[in-house]
């Protein structure tokens, strides 16, 4: 066990799928509510665990949103940035593409300008202190199209933070259908501007979503898609055009999308062919890290050394990086096995 740990810790590792509110660390999450007390989010960490604790999905998002609108200064922003820096440098992370909703910092009171101006002192600051580069991912829910895409577009348009490499959405993906033109008009826009277009689908719903994601919403990667496993179709089309997944399995099993770890078919998912990269997501919400989920992938789910840094080198590849950033931490891995 100890040998596969510190393999873990040595393993240069880029993190594609994190949040910016998820990530928060249970310390910072807790001086956050001590400073609005009217909030639901408790204060003691006992609480604050419990609190963690996910029914659903759609409780997941609820936590996740009285979370979210704990941050109303500038410097709340950048704080959770230089956050992310800290705790990934200590994992070995030297990438990490995060995903931000400006939405509920907007409602706020935060204008766009200043939210990019905080995301901007973060980022700098993440590869200053801690030699963590940050790319920044835009996103909205779904399930509040109607009033986020569009000001989520334009803030991404006019006023992007220096880091920004993409757009996305997360949310409810089951509560997408009555915004999906506004939702294919923004995806259509943020694609010709340049933005790489990251959509969470098949995570809460089946492969229909993943087929959405990649026909309207020019999807070059999917956030989760472990859903594709019920379409052979789908699954095919994934293997030959080695579209990435980002997957993230503790996020599956603690919002309740699988049964257990050992239930998660991120094995057959790479059995199958698939270009797959593992991902946090929420970390401290979902009691993980980045290398706690390649401890699993190897002490639950079986995958040897070589797999786990074939993980490591499919992140890498999978990333926006730079072709030359790519091939200098890919020069690493050849080091190791
Ligand atoms: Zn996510």
């Known amino acids: 066990m100890e040998g596969i740990e510190s393999f873990i810790a040595t393993l240069p590792k880029v993190e594609l799928h994190v949040h910016l509110v998820g990530s928060a660390s249970v310390p910072t999450v807790l001086k956050l509510a001590r400073r609005h007390p009217g909030s639901p989010v408790p204060r003691t960490e006992e609480a604050l665990r419990e609190f963690y604790t996910f029914r659903d999905f759609p409780h997941f998002i609820d936590v996740y949103t009285m979370v979210s609108l704990l941050v109303t200064e500038p410097e709340d922003v950048a704080d959770l940035v230089r956050g992310i820096g800290r705790d990934l440098a200590a994992q070995n992370v030297r990438y990490a593409e995060v995903q931000v909703s400006p939405y509920p910092f907007r409602r706020n009171g935060m204008p766009p300008a200043v939210i990019t101006e905080a995301l901007d002192i973060g980022a700098q600051d993440a590869l200053a202190e801690h030699g963590v580069r940050i790319g920044y991912i835009f996103d909205f829910?779904?399930?509040?199209?109607?009033?986020?895409?569009?000001?989520?577009?334009?803030?991404?348009?006019?006023?992007?933070?220096?880091?920004?490499?993409?757009?996305?959405?997360?949310?409810?993906?089951?509560?997408?259908?009555?915004?999906?033109?506004?939702?294919?008009?923004?995806?259509?826009?943020?694609?010709?501007?340049?933005?790489?277009?990251?959509?969470?689908?098949?995570?809460?719903?089946?492969?229909?979503?993943?087929?959405?994601?990649?026909?309207?919403?020019?999807?070059?990667?999917?956030?989760?898609?472990?859903?594709?496993?019920?379409?052979?179709?789908?699954?095919?089309?994934?293997?030959?055009?080695?579209?990435?997944?980002?997957?993230?399995?503790?996020?599956?099993?603690?919002?309740?999308?699988?049964?257990?770890?050992?239930?998660?078919?991120?094995?057959?998912?790479?059995?199958?062919?698939?270009?797959?990269?593992?991902?946090?997501?929420?970390?401290?919400?979902?009691?993980?890290?980045?290398?706690?989920?390649?401890?699993?992938?190897?002490?639950?789910?079986?995958?040897?050394?070589?797999?786990?840094?074939?993980?490591?080198?499919n992140a890498v590849r999978a990333s926006f990086l730079d072709e030359n950033s790519k091939d200098s931490i890919l020069a690493e891995y050849s080091h190791l096995l």
């Open 141 to 313: 829910p779904g399930h509040t199209a109607d009033v986020d895409a569009m000001a989520t577009l334009e803030h991404a348009l006019s006023d992007p933070p220096r880091a920004l490499t993409g757009f996305g959405i997360g949310g409810i993906e089951g509560a997408r259908a009555p915004y999906l033109d506004i939702i294919r008009d923004v995806f259509g826009a943020a694609a010709a501007a340049g933005l790489h277009c990251v959509p969470h689908a098949g995570e809460t719903t089946g492969p229909e979503t993943i087929w959405e994601a990649i026909g309207r919403l020019h999807a070059e990667r999917i956030g989760h898609g472990l859903n594709c496993l019920a379409d052979p179709r789908l699954v095919t089309y994934l293997r030959e055009t080695q579209l990435p997944l980002d997957v993230c399995p503790t996020s599956n099993v603690r919002t309740r999308q699988v049964a257990a770890l050992a239930d998660h078919p991120l094995p057959r998912m790479l059995a199958e062919g698939l270009l797959v990269t593992l991902n946090s997501d929420d970390p401290p919400m979902f009691g993980t890290s980045l290398s706690n989920e390649y401890l699993v992938a190897a002490t639950v789910l079986g995958l040897s050394p070589a797999e786990l840094t074939a993980l490591a080198s």
